[in-house]
């Protein structure tokens, strides 16, 4: 019994330094080595600017022209709403247009011919006071041409408040028409940004509010990584400092990107900061942003989501880790 025991207990201890040792190479075989002094890194998912398409006049969607996955460029149409009613109203602001200007024409003539008849009643008082100043007509001949002037001076004021308003009527009615134009160019919703059709949110036939979403584009060449970095390291970044991303997915490649920027304010604070290790807590949120260059080579490799890890240049001269892979020539 003695003698089984022992063995026993002898198996039991070469198993767990076994285990031990096992556990210790999977330890050391998954932590990542140590980092040169001067870089810094900090774990997170790749992210990216996401537009939403919205309609900005409420109305019936007439078409979507792009499916979810889509290559988008900037100003290219993406949906449609209907303008059916929009196109009928701009019909009858284009005739009001053309009546405004008839207006204004029939105001000018009536103009013209209220002057002819100001200058002529003019006339007839000139020969009026001569002829009065000879005693060959009456005073009352005479008033009665004054007021005649008076009346034609009038009527011509008239004439030219009515062309005023034509003019006016003129530039209301093209203006509702430009507005109209507006509407009808705003029902072609269009990209903004070069990127990709993230989600399609609404389908032909559905009546959309102002303001309802279409689309949601994902922005291919606003592409970064948000990371967490402890206070001494965060103190030492500057914004604009070399980055460089490695994916859990391409682990062989590090893809350029540099620091575009570092929280003013920390977060995770303890109420009471009052130790070292307290302070330790404090972190700091850095966004780290993709070369635009390299997104454009690889804008069709471009996701969101997959996890990865950023390594930052703290010290502008520091070298980077032996371990990190390559950046791609260009």
């Given at each position: 019994?003695?003698?089984?025991?022992t063995?026993?207990w002898?198996?039991?201890?070469?198993?767990?330094?076994?285990?031990?040792?096992?556990?210790?190479?999977?330890?050391?075989f998954f932590?990542?080595?140590?980092?040169?002094?001067?870089?810094?890194s900090?774990?997170g998912?790749?992210?990216?600017?996401?537009v939403?398409?919205?309609t900005?006049?409420?109305?019936?969607?007439?078409?979507?022209?792009?499916?979810?996955?889509?290559?988008?460029?900037?100003?290219q149409?993406?949906?449609?709403?209907?303008?059916r009613?929009?196109?009928a109203?701009?019909r009858?602001a284009?005739?009001?247009?053309q009546?405004?200007?008839?207006?204004?024409?029939?105001?000018k003539?009536?103009?013209?011919?209220?002057?002819?008849?100001?200058?002529?009643?003019k006339?007839?008082?000139?020969?009026s006071?001569?002829?009065?100043?000879?005693?060959?007509i009456?005073?009352?001949?005479?008033?009665?041409?004054?007021?005649?002037?008076?009346?034609?001076?009038?009527?011509?004021?008239?004439?030219q408040?009515q062309?005023?308003?034509?003019?006016?009527?003129?530039?209301?009615?093209?203006?509702?028409?430009?507005?109209?134009?507006?509407q009808?160019?705003?029902?072609?919703?269009?990209?903004p940004?070069v990127?990709?059709?993230?989600?399609?949110?609404?389908?032909?036939?559905?009546v959309?509010?102002?303001?309802?979403?279409?689309?949601?584009?994902?922005?291919?060449?606003?592409?970064y990584?948000?990371?967490?970095?402890?206070?001494?390291?965060?103190?030492?970044?500057?914004?604009?400092a070399?980055?460089?991303?490695?994916?859990?997915?391409?682990?062989?490649?590090?893809?350029?990107?540099?620091?575009?920027?570092?929280?003013p304010?920390a977060?995770?604070?303890?109420?009471?900061?009052?130790?070292?290790?307290?302070r330790?807590?404090?972190?700091?949120?850095?966004?780290?942003?993709?070369?635009?260059?390299?997104?454009?080579?690889?804008?069709?490799?471009?996701?969101?989501g997959?996890?990865g890890?950023?390594?930052?240049?703290?010290?502008?001269?520091?070298?980077?880790?032996?371990?990190?892979?390559?950046?791609?020539?260009?």
């Amino acid at each position: 019994m003695t003698h089984r025991f022992t063995m026993q207990w002898k198996t039991g201890v070469i198993v767990l330094v076994i285990v031990i040792a096992a556990i210790g190479s999977l330890l050391q075989f998954f932590q990542n080595p140590e980092l040169p002094p001067g870089i810094a890194s900090g774990n997170g998912r790749m992210e990216a600017v996401e537009v939403d398409i919205t309609t900005k006049f409420g109305g019936r969607l007439a078409a979507v022209l792009v499916k979810e996955g889509d290559a988008v460029e900037v100003d290219q149409a993406l949906a449609q709403i209907d303008t059916r009613e929009l196109d009928a109203q701009l019909r009858r602001a284009e005739a009001e247009v053309q009546r405004a200007r008839q207006q204004k024409n029939s105001a000018k003539a009536v103009i013209a011919q209220r002057k002819s008849e100001l200058s002529l009643a003019k006339k007839d008082l000139e020969r009026s006071r001569g002829l009065y100043e000879n005693d060959s007509i009456s005073l009352e001949q005479l008033q009665r041409d004054e007021t005649a002037v008076q009346t034609a001076k009038a009527i011509l004021a008239v004439a030219q408040a009515q062309s005023s308003n034509a003019e006016a009527a003129i530039e209301a009615a093209i203006a509702n028409t430009e507005l109209l134009k507006v509407q009808i160019d705003d029902s072609v919703l269009k990209a903004p940004i070069v990127g990709r059709i993230l989600y399609r949110l609404a389908e032909p036939g559905e009546v959309l509010p102002a303001g309802g979403k279409v689309l949601t584009v994902l922005d291919t060449y606003d592409v970064y990584m948000t990371i967490f970095l402890s206070t001494r390291h965060a103190a030492r970044l500057a914004i604009g400092a070399t980055a460089r991303i490695v994916l859990d997915g391409i682990p062989d490649m590090a893809i350029p990107a540099r620091v575009t920027f570092v929280a003013p304010r920390a977060q995770f604070t303890p109420k009471e900061v009052e130790t070292r290790s307290e302070r330790e807590k404090l972190m700091f949120r850095v966004k780290v942003k993709i070369q635009p260059d390299f997104l454009k080579k690889y804008v069709e490799l471009t996701k969101t989501g997959i996890p990865g890890e950023a390594y930052v240049r703290i010290d502008s001269n520091a070298e980077w880790p032996e371990h990190l892979p390559q950046v791609p020539t260009p």
